[in-house]
């Protein structure tokens, strides 16, 4: 069985470059529920098994609610991850 491929986390890039993105990060969850980080090439049918896609440190910030540090950023959904 292959493993689900919950989001698939692409790099920022510069609209000006238009460049093809060689690798993503795929967040996967196995048959047991284990979760793994793997980088992979993009293709089509890796995008229409994938619930979600999108950019790397482009959302809304999250911040700490004590220290007040910004720990991470939400994932930014995209409708097509070629734009």
């Known amino acids: 069985m292959q493993p689900e491929v919950?989001?698939?986390l692409f790099p920022e890039q510069?609209?000006?470059t238009g460049a093809v993105v060689p690798f993503v990060t795929a967040l996967l969850r196995d048959a047991e529920g284990l979760l793994?980080?793997?980088?992979v090439e993009p293709s089509p049918a890796l995008l229409r098994r994938a619930r979600l896609a999108g950019r790397l440190d482009s959302g809304?910030?999250?911040i700490d609610p004590v220290t007040r540090?910004?720990?991470g950023c939400?994932?930014?959904p995209i409708a097509d991850p070629a734009v």
Do not use: D, T
């Not at 793994?36 to 980088?39: A, T």
């Open 14 to 16: 510069s609209p000006a």
């Open 6 to 8: 919950i989001a698939l």
């Open 74 to 76: 939400e994932i930014e």
């Open 69 to 71: 540090e910004v720990i």
């Open 36 to 39: 793994q980080l793997r980088r």
């Open 60 to 62: 809304k910030p999250i």
